[in-house]
């Protein structure tokens, strides 16, 4: 389980990455059209590789008995694909902004989008380096089963 925790891991650091990729070509585009047609990449991405994998994350976390602060770490990344989706839901309602119609205060709230961007990246790395510490070192027995372990090989010799 170790190790698929770092296989989705990878894939969320991977996929976290990608989307700075996504993000710049659908910003470079020429025109409104290839725009849209480069931001399906992006906007896919993120609300279904990042998200699902997130939450497969926390579910293989727990499994795996990778530590709590791994689990709230996946947890974490998964809740924050849910902010980037909410910060346009609600920021457009709270500011009168549409995909047709940006206010300049629809403007300032979508900037967050790209911080919390870097937040889920940075997270990511994390998630990551504890998932691959986590495969790499076996996982130590409780302090009662090796207390227990200790005192029969010592009645036993």
Known sequence: MRKTLL???AIILLSSLAQLFFAGYFHFQNTIESQREAGVWHVMNGQFVLRYAALLAVIVAALARAG???????????LLTWVQLMIFIIGGMLTGSSEDFI??????????H???????????????NRARAAALNP????????????????STA
């Open 7 to 9: 296989v989705l891991a």
């Open 68 to 78: 709590s602060r791994t689990i709230w770490l996946a947890a974490g990344i998964f």
């Open 103 to 112: 206010t300049p205060s629809g403007s300032w709230v979508a900037s967050i």
């Open 114 to 128: 790209p911080m919390t961007g870097l937040l889920i990246i940075f997270m990511s790395y994390w998630l990551f």
């Open 139 to 154: 996982q130590p027995l409780p302090p009662k089963a090796a207390a227990s372990d200790a005192s029969a090989s010592s």
